[in-house]
């Protein structure tokens, strides 16, 4: 196959990065986009620059023109576009910047591609919040953990939308654009609805990155806050599971064209709060002293994310286990106590 260039926008994030190293590695020309907002990105950019070859481009998603010039020039044969305002408490702190970054700087780029690359696949990372509280999904505690009453596959597409909090609107508006630029002007392009994601070069804060915060701040013997009783599960995905699923995406523009895709670990990768603490805790041989605090608004029991959708449509399964994808997280948590 000929040399296929990718442009990556939040290419120096956290998924951002390993996708850029993936497809570098495999001979794909890889743009970079990104405005290095977020903390660790400077950090992300050095690693990646010893790992692949690739341009960096230091743009602004809110900047219409400065998009429109890297579309136009760059003539990608794919988007991943991942830059984003990721934290659903500066939303509701800040929620014009929320709006202008993951809402009007989605519609940037999906303009751009519509007006010089109209054939290229384009890949939305959206998020499980456009399902808000899923009032229609019970459950309760089995043992000691929650799990689904009503929902044993998982939360699907079908699930009525609801976007809880300014983050899950701003996301949630550019995920239906997504669509719709597919649906109206023949975009081959997906939204793919994330669940937790995790690994290394994941910055993690208390607000955002609960996994690799929770390794981060155990390392650092920072205090652990858990809202909740900590029995609440997860479905969690390894960042090299999502970036495979990704290239599977674009390689079958056909299939996903106008598509939404839940992605996440399913119900074979799931953890509570308390299981990743558990496995913390034996890992570096000692107690972690933990705050408990009320359940944030919003907070589910459970989320898991139904992919038999996506397993189906790209022939793709999630690959590495929890238990063996945190001891991953781990180790490069541990390699890179400077860097925090
Ligand atoms: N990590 C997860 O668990 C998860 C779950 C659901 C959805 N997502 C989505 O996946 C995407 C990537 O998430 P991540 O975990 O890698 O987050 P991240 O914060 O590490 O990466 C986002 C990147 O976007 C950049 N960015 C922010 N604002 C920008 C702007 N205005 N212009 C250009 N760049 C900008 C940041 O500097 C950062 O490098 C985001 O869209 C996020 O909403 C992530």
Redesign the pocket.
């Known amino acids: 196959m000929s040399t296929k260039h990718v442009l990556i ?10 996708a850029a190293r993936y497809f570098g590695q495999r001979n794909w020309q890889v743009t970079v ?6 903390v ?2 400077e950090s ?1 950019l050095t690693w990646l620059k010893d790992e692949t070859e690739f341009e960096f481009a230091k ?5 219409t023109a400065a998009v429109n010039k890297v579309v136009a020039e760059t003539k990608p044969d794919a988007i991943i ?6 934290a659903v408490t500066t939303s509701v702190t800040d929620p014009r910047m929320d709006f ?3 809402a009007l ?1 989605t519609f940037n780029l999906l303009d751009a591609v519509r007006r010089f690359r109209p054939d290229t696949a384009f890949l ?6 456009v399902y808000g509280k899923i009032n229609g999904a019970t459950s309760e505690l089995k043992g000691s953990r929650y799990a689904y009453t009503n929902r044993p596959h998982g939360i699907p597409e079908s699930e009525p939308l609801d976007f809880l909090s300014p ?1 899950g609107c701003s ?1 949630g508006a550019a995920d239906q654009y997504v669509l719709d630029f597919a649906r109206i002007y023949g975009i081959p392009a997906a939204s ?7 690994g290394p ?3 993690g804060v208390e607000d ?2 609960w996994v690799a915060w929770f390794a981060i701040a155990t390392l650092l013997q920072k205090d652990i806050t858990i809202y909740g009783d900590g029995k609440q599960v997860r479905d969690v ?1 390894h ?1 090299e599971d999502v970036v495979r699923a990704y290239e599977a995406a674009i390689r079958s523009p056909d299939e996903i064209r106008g598509q939404a895709f839940n992605i996440g670990g399913g119900t074979a990768q799931t953890l509570s709060l308390l299981e990743l603490i558990d496995m913390l805790e034996q890992h570096f041989k000692r107690k972690i002293p933990l705050k408990f605090d009320k359940w944030r608004p919003g907070d589910q029991e459970v989320y898991v994310s139904d992919v038999r959708k996506l397993e189906k449509t790209l022939n793709w399964k999630p690959s590495i286990d929890a238990k063996a994808g945190v001891g991953k997280l781990i180790e490069w948590v541990e390699q890179n106590r400077a860097a925090f």
């Open positions: 926008t939040g290419g120096a994030g956290f998924i951002g990065c390993n986009l990104d405005n290095l907002s977020r660790g990105t992300n743009v602004d998603v809110r900047d576009h991942l830059a984003a305002q990721v202008d970054v993951n700087g939305f990372a959206s998020t499980n919040k983050y996301k793919f609805r994330q669940s937790c994601i995790y070069r994941q910055f955002q990155g995905l960042v």
